[in-house]
C-alpha cells in the first residue's frame, strides 16, 4: 500500500533554514498534484505550497519569497527548501500527494505524509 515519509524537521533560530522531504511508495500508478500543509497549535492546517503533475506551483502568501517546492517526478519525491524562517513558521508540516495505485488505476485520492515538527526559535 502507498506510504508517504517524511524527513528534515526540527529546530531552527530565526532566519535560518530548513529543507524538507517526502518519499512516496507502493503500488503507485501515477502521481498528481504535490503539496505540502503546515498546522500549528491551536490553528487549522493550511496550504504552504504545491506544485501540479505539469509543474505549475503556488505559494501561500506567507512564505512567498521564502520557501521553494520542488519535485522528482522520477523519484516520487517532493521537496520544501525553506529559507528566511520565522517564529510564526512553527508547526507540524505534512506532505499530500494525490495517487492513482495499480489496484486502483484511473481513481484518485489524496494521501498524508506522518508529518514532521518544524521549530523556530531562538
Known amino acids: 500500500q502507498v506510504q508517504l515519509v517524511e524527513s528534515g524537521g526540527g529546530l531552527v533560530q530565526p532566519g535560518g533554514s530548513l529543507k524538507l522531504s517526502c518519499a512516496a511508495s507502493g503500488g503507485i500508478f501515477g502521481i498528481d498534484a504535490m503539496r505540502w500543509y503546515r498546522q500549528a497549535p491551536g490553528k487549522q492546517r493550511e496550504l504552504v505550497a504545491a506544485?501540479?503533475?505539469?509543474?505549475?506551483?503556488n505559494y501561500a502568501d506567507s512564505v512567498k519569497g521564502r520557501f521553494t517546492i520542488s519535485r522528482d517526478s522520477a523519484k516520487n519525491t517532493v521537496a520544501l527548501q525553506m529559507n528566511g524562517l520565522k517564529p510564526e513558521d512553527t508547526a507540524v508540516y505534512y506532505c499530500?500527494?494525490?495517487?492513482?495505485?495499480?489496484?486502483?488505476?484511473?481513481?484518485?485520492?489524496?494521501?498524508w505524509g506522518q508529518g514532521t515538527q518544524v521549530t523556530v526559535s531562538s
Open positions: 499530500n500527494v494525490r495517487i492513482s495505485t495499480l489496484q486502483t488505476m484511473g481513481v484518485w485520492r489524496d494521501y
Open positions: 506544485v501540479s503533475n505539469g509543474g505549475r506551483i
